[in-house]
């Protein structure tokens, strides 16, 4: 059950293993492709160990994970990964290397874990972006999230203050319910006209 294996037209997901340790730093290394992530860009191999042994490996040890590398059928070699968090939130985070932005990966991606959340039985998932990333939202808005409301946050580790549009999508016909932890956290929150 913990992180099955998922195929798309283009795309196979499957659990990181101690061999992606290279693709893993290349997605990592990348400046801009972690400008809106809550980490620094990894500088060597060692710090990129640390960062699966702390963010992936941890997850696998869990009854039920969701803890995705994303590879391209035709050499499965790994571009970028996708989470569901198991925590109350459920949030759905992703990042792909920056060659392959702009090509509908992310979104192809999502569909397929989102379907398989949806299947074992998880209720709803949030997700969130930087209102400066607003192609991130573009993928949640793709697959269906709905946008809630938007709340500041002094982001760590990089300590500067973000504001965050939270979408949520629920997989339970519970339309109505809207996960409120961030807003309720926040001493500045709002909904964003359209």
Known sequence: MNTPTLETERLILRKFTEQDMEA?????????????LPWYP???????????????????????AYAYVICLKEDHFPIGYMTVDMEEQHDFGYGLRREFWHQGIATEAAKAVIE?????GLPYITATHDRNNPRSG????????????????????????????????????????????YWDNSAVHFIEAD
């Open 24 to 36: 893993l730093f290349l997605i990592l290394k990348d400046e801009e492709g972690n400008q809106f």
């Open 116 to 120: 398989q959340v949806k299947k074992d």
């Open 42 to 64: 990894v500088k060597s191999i060692e710090e990129t160990v640390k960062f699966y042994e702390e963010r992936y490996a941890l997850k696998y040890a869990q009854p039920q």
């Open 138 to 181: 573009g993928v949640m808005q793709k697959v269906g999230m709905k946008y809630q409301y938007s709340y500041e946050e002094q982001w760590q580790p990089k300590n500067f203050l973000v504001t965050f549009r939270m979408y949520q999508l629920n997989l339970d016909r519970e339309e109505s319910r809207v996960y409120k932890k």
